[in-house]
């Protein structure tokens, strides 16, 4: 069956440092990978999308890199600050569904201390 | 405008209760779909619009019936649920439904049954 892990439930850091959150999967072969932000009570919000052909993408203090090798992807936030603490999701279609069927990992906590 | 809204924030019903919930986009999106979420768990898809035909129905039990009666509103009916319903319900919109696209979510509906 397809899965999706992130490894870690809870990542603690301090402020000004670079989080490392992991996303691995098993038997998807997908096109792009997904990473979205999801604060408590509130639906996720979609950060970065990174295609199979694209090693890394940034955004401003955020950093995706994409191992369709390792079946990995690995989700950078550099310079943290606590503001950023949050729930990080990574999210993969459905291999062939022919419709959009973002399924989700469990996610990471991130906690940034002052 | 780039908001899904839904209504109402909070819902709390009992098991023979009849409600409904509602979302609403004015992005021009031709796709809309129904997650839930329960506490600490990823988001779980559970239907999905493409130009306002339903495509996925992912098994879900008939006391959840949804409805897109234009390219801008979508519904879901409840309808004799049960206190495991009890979640977050989110909804969430993106250009085709096509794949490879980011979703827009809205802030949720927290549905408690009793």
């Known amino acids: 069956s397809q899965k999706i892990e992130q490894n870690s439930e809870a990542l603690n850091i301090q402020e000004g440092k670079t989080a490392t959150l992991t996303c691995n999967y098993t038997?998807?072969?997908?096109?792009?990978l997904q990473w979205y932000r999801q604060d408590p009570g509130r639906g996720p919000v979609f950060l970065l999308l990174?295609?199979?052909?694209?090693k890394e993408k940034r955004k401003e203090r955020l950093k995706v890199t994409f191992d369709t090798t390792l079946k990995q992807s690995l989700f950078h936030i550099t310079a943290s600050q606590p503001a950023d603490s949050a729930t990080y999701l990574c999210a993969l279609d459905r291999t062939n569904s022919g419709y959009s069927t973002l399924t989700f990992g469990k996610g990471t906590m991130l906690l940034v201390s002052p | 405008d780039t908001e899904v809204t839904q209504t109402p924030k909070h819902l709390v019903m009992g098991m023979t209760n009849k409600k409904s919930l509602k979302c609403e986009q004015h992005?021009?999106?031709?796709?809309m779909y129904w997650y839930k979420q329960k506490a600490k768990k990823p988001p779980e898809l559970m239907f999905v619009y493409s130009y306002e035909k339903l495509s996925i129905n992912e098994s879900v039990p008939s006391r959840f019936s949804p409805e897109c009666p234009n390219s801008s509103l979508l519904n879901l009916h409840l309808h004799a649920l049960q206190p495991e319903d009890s979640a977050l319900y989110l909804c969430a919109s993106s250009p085709t439904g096509q794949g490879r696209e980011k979703l827009f979510f809205g802030s949720g509906t927290q549905l408690s049954v009793l």
């Open positions: 038997n998807y072969s997908p096109a792009y």
């Open positions: 992005m021009g999106h031709r796709a």
């Open positions: 990174i295609r199979e052909n694209e």
